[in-house]
């Protein structure tokens, strides 16, 4: 009997997060961190680059946790 070949289905999903910014009047600029995403750190002299950064760290914390699950799971079948 046949069975047809089930292929993922990549799905784009928007998700909101949460950053704390402080200001930093002696280093100047801002420092922020997401806490939903503990170690996710990141600075910047505007609020815009702020913004950017923020961004940019999000995703690179969230490739990191998904290889890391990716990882884990591969491992999990090969025990």
Do not use: F, K
């Not at 070949?5 to 950053?19: E, K, N, Q």
């Not at 997401?34 to 940019?56: M, W, Y």
């Amino acid at each position: 009997m046949n069975h047809p070949t089930t292929r993922p289905i990549a799905v784009d999903v928007a998700v909101t997060l949460t950053a704390v910014v402080q200001p930093e009047p002696d280093a100047g600029g801002y420092s922020a961190s997401i806490p939903a995403l503990p170690g996710c750190h990141t600075q910047g002299e505007t609020l815009d680059e702020v913004r950017a950064n923020l961004r940019e760290a999000a995703a690179g914390w969230l490739a990191v946790a998904h290889d890391e699950a990716v990882a884990r799971d591969a491992a999990a079948v090969g025990s």
